[in-house]
């Protein structure tokens, strides 16, 4: 019965999209899989990763939305909170654990109220704005503290292959 | 007092799958180990899971006894003062839920019997969600929660039984729904009245923290706090009798808010909490 409410959230928030579309991301489902989605994320104006168009996976649980989905770039992206396979570190995406080393803030963790909507408002909100405390892509929050220059130039690679690879 | 669930629940087997590793186990404050704990808190999930349903069939006290060993003086002498004026208990699943889960079975299976209660109750339902849209909470995901909520209280008044009630409580997905609810509309009391509560808040969290942290995620115990906050907004009064190692023979009990006339009783013991009748 989980998997009847899950699929139908899933489902009513599909529609919700394509009836109205959000700024800064289209979404779709990979093999009419209800829980695995592809999302388009339009690089942020004003930030590196401006004009990028980034393809992005999202993986719902059964028990969604009690827990969350995971996210994974499938587009090159370099950023200190996703890890080199393209795994999206923030924080809203993890369920409050006990364990209060590491990570950041509990209170920005996963609760059953976010919509696929409030995650990728908070993904862009992290393309623009990334946190180095706890970075996922250790050289590349290193890269953003120490050598912004370096740093730009390897987003600004991102950007445009991500374009070329959105033509195709 | 932190009271609810999980404490209770650590099955032998577990212990004895972890502790190798833990044996030489060093610290490493570089690393991350919440994947981890997560992890093992999902196995521990799991083992409950499979063990005790999420809401029982009504037993009689007796089965209690066999509970605790009969050398245990301090807890046979309080089954039997608690035998002096409960006949049953119905358990429920040591998820982190179950205050929640008791409460919410507890007070939909005595609407089935008294429905009056039942249209003041929607319309604080209704109106807890229209203060939740006014805090900033997204209207979609609302819906989907309270929309099953309602639609299980309407079943409630119209034509449900006592088995489907039960069945529907042991479904783990409506289950699971109606404590997300549950969790909302005590969310949304605290921070309508976070001045006050603000008072009773330990360490430096704001009340907005305090419900993100504590009340709406999932397996999230439940303290004084969500209780007191819970039968306000709700306006359902609970006497919760606690039995604990304490002495006297007697078990003392609490209702929420004092002085009320409670609706429904709840037992505790240290970090649970099953239904009595």
């Known amino acids: ?168 | 007092m932190v009271v609810g669930g999980r404490g209770t629940v650590a099955p032998p087997a577990l212990v004895s799958r972890f502790s190798p590793d833990m044996a030489d186990f060093h610290y490493d404050p570089e690393k991350n180990y919440d994947e981890q704990t997560l992890e093992q808190q999902r196995h521990i999930e799991q083992e409950v899971a499979s063990t005790q349903a999420l809401v029982s069939e009504r037993l009689s006290l007796n089965q209690l006894i066999k509970d605790y060993s009969m050398e245990d003086n301090i807890y046979q002498q309080k089954i039997q003062d608690l035998r002096s004026r409960y006949r049953d208990i119905r358990k429920t699943r040591g998820d982190g839920n179950c205050f929640y889960r008791a409460f919410g079975f507890a007070y939909l299976e005595r609407l089935l019997h008294d429905k009056s209660d039942i249209p003041r109750f929607k319309e604080v339902v209704n109106q807890s969600k229209t203060d939740l849209v006014a805090l900033g909470y997204p209207q979609f995901t609302l819906d989907d929660f309270f929309d099953t909520f309602l639609d299980v209280l309407s079943r409630v008044e119209s034509s449900c039984t006592p088995e489907e009630l039960f069945d529907t409580f042991n479904d783990q997905g409506v289950s699971d729904y109606l404590i997300v609810t549950w969790r909302l509309l005590v969310t949304c009391y605290l921070q309508r009245n976070g001045e006050f509560f603000a008072n009773f808040l330990e360490g430096h969290r704001d009340i907005k923290e305090f419900c993100c942290q504590e009340v709406e995620p999932m397996n999230k115990e439940c303290d004084h706090i969500h209780i007191t906050a819970l039968t306000s907004a709700v306006g359902i009064p609970v006497r919760v009798e606690y039995m604990d190692r304490g002495e006297g023979g007697l078990v003392n009990h609490h209702d929420f808010p004092e002085c009320s006339k409670p609706a429904i009783t709840l037992l505790y013991r240290p970090g649970h909490y099953d239904i009595l009748y």
């Open chain 1, 1 to 168: 019965m989980a998997q009847d409410q899950s699929s139908l959230l899933l489902k009513k928030q599909l529609n919700e999209l394509m009836k109205n579309p959000v700024e800064g991301f289209s979404a779709g489902l990979i093999d009419d899989d209800i829980y695995r989605w592809e999302v388009v994320i339009i690089g942020p104006p004003d930030t590196l990763f401006e004009e990028g168009l980034f393809k992005a996976h999202l993986v719902f649980p059964k028990e969604y939305p009690l827990r969350p989905p995971k996210m994974t770039f499938k587009s090159e992206i370099w950023h200190p909170n996703i890890d080199k396979d393209g795994n999206v570190c923030i924080s809203i995406l993890h369920e409050p654990g006990e364990d209060k080393f590491g990570y950041e803030k509990a209170s920005e963790r996963w609760l059953p109220v976010h919509t696929v909507e409030t995650i990728l408002v908070s993904v862009i909100s992290m393309l623009a704005d990334p946190n180095d405390e706890s970075p996922a892509n250790v050289e590349a929050a290193k890269m953003w503290r120490e050598h912004p220059d370096e740093f730009k130039r390897k987003v600004g690679k991102c950007v445009r292959k991500s374009q070329e690879e959105f033509v195709d």
